[in-house]
């Protein structure tokens, strides 16, 4: 019941502050253009010709397998999504802890018979579930879509969707730690941003690490590559893995998914010894 | 050995300290408070701003960490959730979500405290209908005043009918028939046996609904007594004669006159010295109308004790207070 109350709560707040709806909107605006202004005209299996908003697209190389032009513009479309998707949804999720932290609001919740981390870890599970519901919606319904439209039924799509909510999980574990410690909206936005930006390069850490002179610099950037989200990898493997090209890999997985743990369980010990 | 003096209080402060620390200097909210409030007993909590009253609250309700010191609330430590069963606050300066409606908020936090859902069905619009806002229930909190975001605060306070209310300024914003209303509703929560703790600087409602209180100044409780005690005064009198008062000619022992407006007060050193100055003023030819006993108001009590240590002014006993 009370962890029903808090993703409710979650939910209300991302309805009131426009954030779902305008998750909803594009998705929907997307897709509907997806499914009345992209024609496919499917000949024996292979795409013979296409058209958008009425305009033929040019299809170099003559007919294409139709199986290859889905997972194609599906792992395109998975790669855009990991990219634009985590950007948006820390930027709609950056608030939670600082709103719930508020000075007059902290004492309206924490003054009720559950504990601190039950409060926390409810909004976080809210968090989860509305980013989830516009990935499952945006997703699921490309899927749909497309595999009415073409008789191609891509389920891989939905295992990189995901995939995009576990780095996003990893990056809300993060927001929350900087929450709790800042209570700052902007501070947790900038970090998280700050996160990607640095953990993208580290993907090379090998070659940056053997342009390095130092053993102290060697041994910061290779701490970093294996303690910060592997999101440059699990971009990659995202993709591979809608094009069949492999799964991904378990390690990338795994230190992603344990930076996350590690941030909410500092965010949650914090929040527990914290005075307000 | 307990260090609690009565294992049946509903909340028991003991040597609490609190010290915030920053860079540049240390400050002791609290320091060495020991407090009981008894079941069913409403107590105020008066003191100048900066004095430690909210830091007590919400230590007492395990919001903020004491430094030093023991907090029980029935009996349990305020660390742990379950403390706070039946227990309702209402904070000072709140701020409910505005996105909520207030019978959103109060579905929520009552969910929060555990009601059921079908408890809270029935509960909600009977505490909408108790604090006069029946008619904006489905209203968003963004679009209340002050004084209805307060009445709101205490719905939500009194949600899962608490056996302890802690309240932080509940009538502040609050205009006076909403003072009154507020009261009523805390008069009415006493007579239910709800054990209350009142933080507030309106002296003349802490008067009127607190059995006793504690004055705070500096992180200290400076004194700690029933309200009648605090103002009872001591053998002071107002006399009023007909055609006004003056002093009597032949002076009498053991009095202190003030004449003011055409009555005099009077300080006696005792009973005897008091009957021998009404005796002086009869013989005098006055026909007395009123001998009226003579306290201290709250007000003057408090001033004293934080304010300078001004002397109070005295005024007729079971006058209104502000």
């Given at each position: 019941m009370?962890?029903?109350?808090?993703?409710v709560d979650t939910w209300r707040e991302a309805l009131a502050r426009k954030t779902l709806l305008g998750f909803a909107g594009a998705s929907t605006?997307?897709?509907?253009?997806?499914?009345?202004?992209?024609?496919?005209?499917?000949?024996?299996?292979?795409?013979?010709?296409?058209?958008?908003?009425?305009?033929?697209?040019?299809?170099?190389?003559?007919?294409?397998a139709i199986t290859d032009v889905v997972t194609g513009g599906l792992s395109a479309f998975a790669g855009l999504t990991y990219g634009l998707g985590i950007f948006l949804a820390v930027f709609a999720t950056g608030n939670q802890v600082p709103n719930?932290?508020?000075?007059?609001?902290?004492?309206?919740?924490?003054?009720r018979p559950v504990g601190r981390a039950h409060v926390l870890l409810g909004r976080f599970l809210g968090g989860v579930t509305v980013v989830a519901a516009n990935l499952l919606y945006l997703c699921g319904g490309l899927m749909v879509i497309v595999g009415l439209k073409t008789g191609v039924w891509e389920a891989r799509f939905l295992l990189a969707a995901l995939l995009i909510l576990v780095v996003f999980l990893s990056f809300l574990g993060f927001m929350y730690l900087v929450g709790v410690m800042s209570g700052s909206t902007p501070l947790s936005v900038m970090l998280s941003y700050g996160l990607w930006v640095v953990s993208m390069p580290l993907a090379a850490h090998d070659k940056i690490a053997a342009a390095m002179d130092s053993r102290v610099s060697v041994a910061i950037v290779n701490g970093l590559y294996w303690v910060l989200?592997?999101?440059?990898?699990?971009?990659?493997?995202?993709?591979?893995?809608?094009?069949?090209?492999?799964?991904?890999g378990a390690a990338a997985l795994a230190t992603t998914t344990a930076f996350g743990a590690v941030c909410l369980g500092l965010a949650v010990t914090l929040f527990q010894r914290k005075s307000f | 050995m307990s260090v609690y003096r009565d294992v049946s209080?509903?909340?028991?402060?003991?040597?609490?300290?609190?010290?915030?620390?920053?860079?540049?200097?240390?400050?002791?909210?609290l320091d060495g408070v020991d407090l009981e409030v008894g079941p069913g007993e409403v107590f105020g909590l008066l003191g100048p701003n900066g004095a430690g009253k909210t830091t007590l609250v919400k230590i007492v309700l395990?919001?903020?960490?004491?430094?030093?010191?023991?907090?029980?609330?029935?009996?349990?430590?305020?660390?742990?959730?379950?403390?706070r069963l039946?227990?309702?606050?209402?904070?000072?300066?709140?701020?409910?979500?505005?996105?909520?409606?207030?019978?959103?908020?109060?579905?929520?936090?009552?969910?929060?405290?555990?009601?059921?859902?079908?408890?809270?069905?029935?509960?909600?619009?009977?505490?909408?209908?108790?604090?006069?806002?029946?008619?904006?229930?489905?209203?968003?909190?963004?679009?209340?005043?002050?004084?209805?975001?307060?009445?709101?605060?205490?719905?939500?306070?009194?949600?899962?009918?608490?056996?302890?209310?802690?309240?932080?300024?509940?009538?502040?914003?609050?205009?006076?028939?909403?003072?009154?209303?507020?009261?009523?509703?805390?008069?009415?929560?006493?007579?239910?046996?709800?054990?209350?703790?009142?933080?507030?600087?309106?002296?003349?409602?802490?008067?009127?609904?607190?059995?006793?209180?504690?004055?705070?100044?500096?992180?200290?409780?400076?004194?700690?007594?029933?309200?009648?005690?605090?103002?009872?005064?001591?053998?002071?009198f107002r006399v009023r004669a007909e055609g006004g008062v003056?002093?009597?000619?032949?002076?009498?022992?053991?009095?202190?006159?003030?004449?003011?407006?055409?009555?005099?007060?009077?300080?006696?050193?005792?009973?005897?010295?008091?009957?021998?100055?009404?005796?002086?003023?009869?013989?005098?030819?006055?026909?007395?109308?009123?001998?009226?006993?003579?306290?201290?108001?709250?007000?003057?009590?408090?001033?004293?004790?934080?304010?300078?240590?001004?002397?109070?002014?005295?005024?007729?006993?079971?006058?209104?207070?502000?």
């Open positions: 009370r962890t029903w109350a808090l993703v605006l997307f897709l509907l253009t997806i499914t009345f202004a992209l024609d496919l005209d499917i000949v024996q299996g292979s795409l013979a010709a296409a058209t958008l908003f009425g305009h033929p697209l040019e299809m170099h190389g003559g007919q294409v719930l932290m508020r000075r007059g609001t902290v004492d309206l919740y924490l003054s989200p592997k999101t440059a990898e699990l971009g990659r493997d995202i993709v591979r893995l809608v094009l069949h090209q492999g799964a991904p | 209080a509903t909340i028991s402060v003991h040597g609490l300290v609190k010290v915030y620390r920053s860079r540049r200097r240390r400050l002791r909210a395990g919001l903020t960490r004491p430094t030093e010191g023991a907090v029980r609330i029935r009996g349990a430590n305020p660390d742990h959730a379950s403390a039946k227990v309702g606050y209402l904070p000072e300066g709140h701020r409910f979500p505005g996105y909520l409606s207030g019978v959103a908020a109060l579905r929520l936090f009552g969910r929060l405290a555990g009601v059921t859902e079908g408890v809270l069905d029935s509960r909600i619009p009977e505490l909408l209908d108790l604090v006069g806002l029946a008619d904006r229930g489905c209203d968003r909190i963004g679009r209340y005043s002050k004084g209805m975001t307060q009445r709101l605060g205490l719905a939500a306070a009194l949600i899962d009918r608490p056996e302890v209310l802690l309240l932080d300024e509940p009538t502040d914003g609050v205009d006076p028939v909403g003072r009154r209303h507020i009261r009523d509703v805390l008069l009415a929560e006493r007579e239910r046996g709800t054990s209350i703790l009142v933080n507030s600087h309106l002296l003349s409602e802490v008067e009127r609904t607190c059995g006793r209180v504690a004055i705070l100044d500096r992180g200290r409780v400076v004194r700690e007594a029933a309200i009648d005690e605090l103002t009872r005064g001591g053998l002071r003056v002093e009597p000619a032949t002076p009498v022992p053991g009095v202190g006159l003030t004449r003011c407006n055409g009555y005099l007060d009077v300080e006696a050193e005792s009973l005897d010295a008091l009957n021998a100055l009404l005796d002086a003023l009869r013989r005098d030819g006055r026909l007395l109308t009123e001998v009226t006993p003579l306290g201290s108001d709250l007000e003057d009590v408090f001033v004293k004790l934080v304010g300078g240590g001004q002397p109070p002014t005295p005024r007729a006993a079971g006058g209104g207070a502000q």
